[in-house]
């Protein structure tokens, strides 16, 4: 007799559940649109900065550097802009300028590469 109240009251506990769990994701799909539209603003900022300090050809040449190693430009990017806030830039920058910054890049980051060859011992092979 109290199985149609009891199953009301599930109802009701369902339907705050869900209402509590929707508001929530409509929290955080607002603060996750926040968060994206300020890395935005920030990388739009950026952009307009090293379009401002680096000459049309510095920023081709860095812009096909960002397309097969994403990591290196955006360190260079990073030096670049480091440079001109501390007012080490005093003109737009190069291409021949931003090539020698890449080179002094790449001989204090070379990386050494270690090769280790491990051999297989075959079943037959008796080395005893």
């Known amino acids: 007799m109290a199985d149609p109240e009891l199953e009301a009251i599930r109802q009701r506990r369902m339907q705050e559940l869900m209402a509590q769990r ?3 994701n409509q929290q955080n799909a607002s603060q996750q649109k926040a968060q994206e539209d300020a890395k935005q603003e920030a990388e739009e900022r950026r952009q307009m900065m ?10 081709e040449r860095l812009s096909r550097i960002a397309l097969v190693k994403p990591d ?11 440079a001109a806030q501390t007012g ?4 737009k920058v190069s291409e021949e300028r931003l090539i020698s910054l890449l080179e002094q890049i790449n001989t204090q980051t070379t990386k050494q590469t270690k ?4 051999r ?9």
């Open 22 to 24: 929707g508001g929530a």
């Open 50 to 59: 090293l379009a401002q300090i680096l000459s049309s050809e510095a920023r």
């Open 72 to 82: 290196k430009a955006r360190g260079v990017e990073d030096v670049l802009l480091r």
């Open 88 to 91: 080490g830039i005093s003109e």
């Open 115 to 118: 090769v280790t060859i491990q």
């Open 120 to 128: 297989r011992r075959s079943v037959l092979d008796d080395d005893d």
